[in-house]
């Protein structure tokens, strides 16, 4: 694939509709798979997959002196980034998850700006802030709760969204010399390793047979094309553009999920949720914009970065 500036941005796009429709088919499976059953399942399926297209196209076994890097992806990308959302979900509401899923380009940019990824500032932090802003207003805040559980499933998102940042950043470097299938595929097995081990016991109480085929065509999905799929797509796109930018677009995602509410349950449109959606499309064409013009890490732009594939 082509990696045109349209391309790209098409891919951003894509991922976050990919992610939007976890939160449907998620709820649906969860009525008959515990969390962490779903969670192991998750890179049960996708793991394999991943590692096997990476042969495919790379047929590259990254250096020992990578290996400890992709473990860091692996624990905080796929291990931390899903158990402690599931967690974080178990104490808090749906409601207040999805309020906190802004922080997610707030802290990418600060993660970046302190390991000298990239530099955001100028139009690139104030689309970022703006996005975050739009987002915030299209959620409503004021429905975030406070309550003693709710504080700690509060912190736990948080610790999650901080998780997924770093992950988004720490990948770039490996970039430079890994090709972009091998990093995400070998992120996913070092991570699976901890998440298998941790859903051991779910996985073992779960009655397969017993499932119906809803939850099991559901479950199936989630693996293959939020999990595989679109983990694999922003692995690209963050190769071709940068950890904020990346970031940014996640802003998008209660757009896309309220839309799809719309659609498939009836709900009306409020007026904050017009507003915040003007807000997020102002914020996200000033991030790329900035990106046209900008180099994404000190020193380099897109163009100069040496082409790993």
Same mark, same amino acid.
């Given at each position: 694939?082509?990696?045109?500036?349209?391309?790209?941005?098409?891919?951003?796009?894509?991922?976050?509709?990919?992610?939007?429709?976890?939160?449907?088919?998620?709820?649906?499976?969860?009525?008959?798979?515990?969390?962490?059953?779903?969670?192991?399942?998750?890179?049960?399926?996708?793991?394999?997959?991943?590692?096997?297209?990476?042969?495919?196209?790379?047929?590259?076994?990254?250096?020992r002196r990578d290996w400890p890097r992709l473990a860091l992806?692996?624990?905080?990308?796929?291990?931390?980034?899903?158990?402690?959302?599931?967690?974080?979900?178990?104490?808090?509401?749906?409601?207040?998850?999805?309020?906190?899923?802004?922080?997610? #380009? /707030?802290? &990418?940019?600060?993660? +970046? $700006?302190?390991?000298?990824? @990239?530099? =955001? %500032? *100028?139009?690139?932090?104030? !689309?970022?802030?703006?996005?975050?802003?739009?987002?915030?207003?299209?959620?409503?805040?004021?429905?975030?709760?406070?309550?003693?559980?709710?504080?700690?499933?509060?912190?736990?998102?948080?610790?999650?969204?901080?998780?997924?940042?770093?992950?988004?950043?720490?990948?770039?470097?490996?970039?430079?010399?890994?090709?972009?299938?091998?990093?995400?595929?070998?992120?996913?097995?070092?991570?699976?390793?901890?998440?298998?081990?941790?859903?051991?016991?779910?996985?073992?109480?779960?009655?397969?047979?017993?499932?119906?085929?809803?939850?099991?065509?559901?479950?199936?999905y989630i693996g293959l094309v939020p999990t595989a799929g679109?983990?694999?797509?922003?692995?690209?796109?963050?190769?071709?553009?940068?950890?904020?930018?990346?970031?940014?677009?996640?802003?998008?995602? #209660? /757009?896309? &999920?309220?839309?799809? +509410? $719309?659609?498939?349950?009836? @709900?009306? =449109? %409020? *007026?904050?949720?017009?507003? !915040?959606?003007?807000?997020?499309?102002g914020g996200l064409a000033l991030v790329q914009r900035d990106?046209?013009?900008?180099?994404?890490?000190?020193?380099?732009?897109?163009?100069?970065?040496?082409?790993?594939?």
């Amino acid at each position: 694939m082509t990696a045109t500036p349209a391309r790209v941005l098409g891919a951003l796009i894509l991922v976050q509709a990919i992610f939007s429709t976890l939160h449907v088919v998620g709820k649906i499976v969860l009525r008959d798979l515990a969390p962490l059953a779903l969670a192991g399942t998750r890179v049960a399926i996708a793991t394999p997959l991943l590692l096997a297209i990476a042969w495919r196209h790379d047929r590259t076994v990254p250096e020992r002196r990578d290996w400890p890097r992709l473990a860091l992806l692996g624990f905080l990308g796929i291990l931390a980034n899903q158990t402690l959302f599931l967690l974080g979900l178990s104490f808090t509401s749906a409601t207040s998850a999805a309020i906190l899923m802004p922080s997610i #380009p /707030v802290f &990418t940019a600060g993660v +970046a $700006a302190l390991v000298g990824v @990239e530099r =955001v %500032r *100028g139009a690139r932090l104030a !689309g970022i802030l703006l996005a975050a802003a739009g987002a915030l207003v299209l959620l409503d805040p004021a429905r975030l709760e406070t309550s003693g559980r709710a504080t700690l499933g509060n912190l736990l998102v948080l610790s999650n969204c901080l998780c997924y940042s770093f992950f988004l950043v720490l990948q770039r470097p490996l970039f430079e010399r890994v090709p972009w299938r091998t990093v995400i595929a070998w992120s996913f097995l070092f991570g699976s390793i901890g998440t298998l081990a941790l859903s051991a016991p779910a996985l073992a109480a779960t009655p397969w047979t017993g499932l119906p085929a809803s939850a099991l065509a559901g479950t199936l999905y989630i693996g293959l094309v939020p999990t595989a799929g679109a983990f694999a797509l922003n692995t690209w796109a963050v190769r071709r553009s940068s950890p904020a930018m990346a970031a940014a677009f996640t802003t998008l995602q #209660p /757009v896309l &999920t309220g839309a799809l +509410a $719309a659609v498939a349950l009836g @709900e009306a =449109v %409020r *007026g904050n949720q017009a507003i !915040g959606f003007l807000l997020i499309v102002g914020g996200l064409a000033l991030v790329q914009r900035d990106a046209m013009r900008r180099p994404v890490a000190p020193g380099a732009d897109i163009a100069s970065v040496p082409e790993v594939e």
